[in-house]
């Protein structure tokens, strides 16, 4: 009897690998550059704006209130979603572990493909996702053989009956 392909990989997630601002990806990039148009817009109003609100009372600290604004841009666009992604860790333990499909040594699952509404795959990661809730990581930094990301992609083209997007390389 012909056995289906397996993939196994030992798994220990990090917050880095579901998100880091860093990562060259469309989501940071949008980020990225509605950080940076949300600054320029600020200096832009500031310097045109200078002599007239320092003329009021008080207005010497407008410098220093600009520039705690452009702090908090840059904190709440680019910081905000890994500090959530880091206490959503801290708050689900079980989040660093691996569930499904794979094993590890606390637990072994199996589940059905259509617990997955989509598939998505990086240059870093294989991500499983269940809706707009959550989604299984799987780093291919885990992968012990090179060749079981290939084979990984073909077992999903075979039996993932979602929308999935995966690599060619």
Do not use: H
């Amino acid at each position: 009897m012909d056995q289906a392909p397996e993939v196994s990989v030992a798994v220990n997630l990090k917050p880095s690998d579901v998100y880091t601002p860093f990562r060259r990806d469309r989501g940071n990039v949008i980020r990225w550059v509605a950080a940076a148009l949300l600054c320029l817009i600020f200096r832009d109003l500031y310097a045109s704006s200078r002599e007239t609100l320092q003329s009021f009372p008080g207005g010497a600290s407008i410098g220093a209130i600009m520039i705690m604004l452009v702090v908090f841009v840059l904190f709440a666009i680019l910081l905000f979603p890994y500090l959530r992604v880091r206490a959503l860790f801290r708050s689900t333990p079980g989040l660093a572990e691996t569930k499904i499909l794979f094993q590890s040594e606390r637990a072994q699952s199996e589940c059905k493909w259509t617990i997955f509404d989509r598939v998505s795959e990086t240059r870093e990661v294989f991500a499983f996702s269940q809706g707009k809730i959550g989604a299984t990581y799987v780093p291919k930094r885990f992968f012990t053989d090179p060749n079981d990301i290939p084979l990984l992609r073909r077992i999903i083209r075979e039996n993932f009956k979602g929308k999935w997007t995966l690599r060619n390389d």
